[in-house]
Structures are given as structure tokens and as C-alpha cells.
């Protein structure tokens, strides 16, 4: 027991983020800037959170499907179950209509502190 104690006492901050973690995970998903499409507001390296359940509406940035990835692009156009998006840093709109069935979901919060960790797990990765 007092070995548990201890690792708890000495470990509180990495629990409390770890069960923070654990806890957003089930409700939110994470997804990684790769591009400048979204620039200044969402800068290369930067991780985004996205909440599933959130209802699009025009200027909304979401994420949505398109060939096995993930685009991070805001709303533009509306037309029932149809959206027209485009990256802010973009000087025109994604080049095709996405359905209400490939949007993944609402930006949230975006985070910056985590992409030079993201970026050295990816380079550990890389490596042959």
C-alpha cells in the first residue's frame, strides 16, 4: 500500500493529465496540422481538438473524410446536407461538395505545446 501511495504522490501531475487524456479522449478527438491550409489560426505542428457531436454551421471550422484523410478546412457554403469548405489560407474553395456523412466534427480548442513532442515521436518512427 505504501508503495502505491508513494507512486501516487509522486506521479500526481502525469495521473491527472493521463486521466485528463483518457477522459477527453471518449468524448473528443485529436488530430495533427500537417498543412498551412489553415494558417495563422491553426499553424503547421499544431494539434487540434474536434468534438464529434457539434452541428456545423457557416464560418464553423470542422474535419471531415475525403479519401482516407482528414481535411481541417471552415465552412463556406451550405446547402441542406451539402458544404463547401475552404483552408483560410487558401484563395479558393476545396474543389468538391462534402456530405453531412464524412464530417468528423467541430475545432474546438487547438493546442500547440504538444507538436514538438508529436514531431519527435514521428521522427523516432521515421527511423529505419
Known sequence: MR?????????????????????????FDFFYIKTGSMEPEFPVGSVVVVDPSA???MGD????KNHGSTVIHRIVGMDGGSYVFQGDANSSPDGMVVEESQLTGKVVAKIQFLAPAIRAIQ????IP
Open 3 to 27: 508503495i502505491i501511495k508513494n507512486m501516487i504522490k509522486n506521479n500526481g501531475v502525469f495521473l491527472l493529465l493521463l486521466a485528463a487524456i483518457i477522459l477527453t479522449n471518449v468524448r
Open 55 to 57: 452541428k456545423p454551421k
Open 123 to 126: 521522427s523516432y518512427r521515421d
Open 61 to 64: 471550422v470542422f474535419a471531415y
